[in-house]
T-cell receptor, first 113, second 109 residues
C-alpha cells in the first residue's frame, strides 16, 4: 500500500529517557514533516525537510533532533524526555516545498510517566 | 496572524446535512484543506480547494470558499454515524499547514 507509515504507534517511557520515532513514505514525495498534536487536539508543525535538507524549524527545543537519511525517511529523536512531551506526533509528506496537500501517517502516541 | 478558527462541537441527526465552518487569516494561501480524524486514528485528507475556486463538490462533500470574508465551509450531505469524527480546517502558509482547533461532529441515530 502507498502510505506514510510511522513506528512505533505507541510509546510509553520514563521522564529523562531518550527515544526515537521513525517515519517512511512511499508516495514518491520529496518533502516530509513532523507535527505535534497536544491533549487539546491542537496540531502544530515542528519541522520540515525537503530532499534531506531542513527547511522549517518551528522554535522546537533542541532536545528534538530530526534526521532525514533520504527523502523517503524522516526520523525524530527526542533527548531527555519531559512530561510536556506527551502528545501524538504525526509525520506527513508532500510533493514540493510550496503549498501542496500533505498526507499524514497514523501518528505515534507518546506518553511520559 | 496565524489564526484559523472553528467552532468546537456540532451535533446532527443521521440523514441530516452537517455544515462545519472555518475562518482563516492568510489570503495568500494557495489551497485550503479539510482533514478528518476518527477517534485514535490519524489525519485523513478529506478534500481541498484551490483558492481561486468558490466551490468544490465531491460526492457527499461540498466545500464553499468565500475569499473576501476568508470563510471556508464543509457540508456533508446525508450524514451517517460513520462521519462522527473531528474535522480540521487548515490553510497552507509557506510550506506548513496552520490548523484550526477542530470541530467534533457527533451524529445521533
Amino acid at each position: 500500500d502507498t502510505a506514510v507509515s510511522q513506528t512505533p504507534k505507541y510509546l510509553v517511557t520514563q521522564m529523562g529517557n531518550d527515544k526515537s520515532i521513525k517515519c517512511e513514505q512511499n508516495l514518491g514525495h520529496d518533502t516530509m514533516y513532523w507535527y505535534k498534536q497536544d491533549s487539546k487536539k491542537f496540531l502544530k508543525i515542528m519541522f520540515s525537510y525537503n530532499n534531506k535538507e531542513l527547511i522549517i524549524n518551528e522554535t522546537v527545543p533542541n532536545r528534538f533532533s530530526p534526521k532525514s537519511p533520504d527523502k523517503a525517511h524522516l526520523n525524530l529523536h527526542i533527548n531527555s524526555l519531559e512530561l510536556g512531551d506527551s502528545a501524538v506526533y504525526f509525520c506527513a509528506s508532500s510533493q514540493g516545498t510550496g503549498d501542496q496537500p500533505q498526507h499524514f501517517g497514523d501518528g505515534t502516541r507518546l506518553s511520559i510517566l | 496572524g496565524e489564526d484559523v478558527e472553528q467552532s468546537l462541537f456540532l451535533s446532527v441527526r443521521e440523514g441530516d446535512s452537517s455544515v462545519i465552518n472555518c475562518t482563516y487569516t492568510d489570503s495568500s494561501s494557495t489551497y485550503l484543506y479539510w482533514y478528518k480524524q476518527e477517534p485514535g486514528a490519524g489525519l485523513q485528507l478529506l478534500t481541498y480547494i484551490f483558492s481561486n475556486m468558490d466551490m468544490k463538490q465531491d460526492q457527499r462533500l461540498t466545500v464553499l470558499l468565500n475569499k473576501k470574508d476568508k470563510h471556508l465551509s464543509l457540508r456533508i450531505a446525508d450524514t451517517q454515524t460513520g462521519d462522527s469524527a473531528i474535522y480540521f480546517c487548515a490553510e497552507g502558509q509557506g510550506g506548513k499547514l496552520i490548523f484550526g482547533q477542530g470541530t467534533e461532529l457527533s451524529v445521533k441515530p
